[in-house]
């Protein structure tokens, strides 16, 4: 069932809104407060909620310093429950990058990509979480 609320805003503040979900491609200001809604819950849920969460971290690392290959496949061992999948591809001579699909407690997966990033040569880890409904 769709239910209709008025909202009172600013003319300022509604004219930066309405450029920026033109931008995104919205048709309608409702189908871009419903998307921002999902999205603000789901942050919400992620960061506060009990259940799993799914989600991607994405490690850069130079495979040249000696035992990098070893420590992250050590680590990554140790979450074989949470590390569902990983792709490896060759960025150049020597650098790497790995994305590993993820599931399981938000703070795990945090402290999975901690744990990477604590790891020397490492460059940048960047995670990503999301839940399947709200
Ligand atoms: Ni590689």
Redesign the pocket.
């Known amino acids: 069932m769709i239910k209709r609320f008025s909202v009172s805003i600013e003319d300022t503040l509604l004219n930066k809104f309405d450029k920026y979900i033109e931008s995104k491609g919205y048709s309608t200001r409702s189908e871009a407060v419903r998307d921002m809604i999902r999205d603000a819950l789901i942050e919400e849920s992620i960061n506060y909620g009990e259940n799993d969460v799914f989600g991607t971290i994405t490690v850069i690392y130079d495979?040249e310093v000696k035992g990098i290959s070893e420590k992250i496949t050590h680590l990554q061992h140790g979450y074989f429950g949470e590390i569902r999948a990983a792709v490896?591809?060759?960025?150049d001579e020597k650098?790497?990058l790995e994305t590993l699909i993820v599931h399981g407690k938000a703070e795990i997966i945090k402290k999975i990509a901690n744990g990477l990033e604590s790891i020397k040569g490492v460059k940048n880890v960047k995670y990503n979480l999301t839940k399947v409904e709200i």
């Open positions: 495979h490896h591809v060759h960025i650098n790497c």
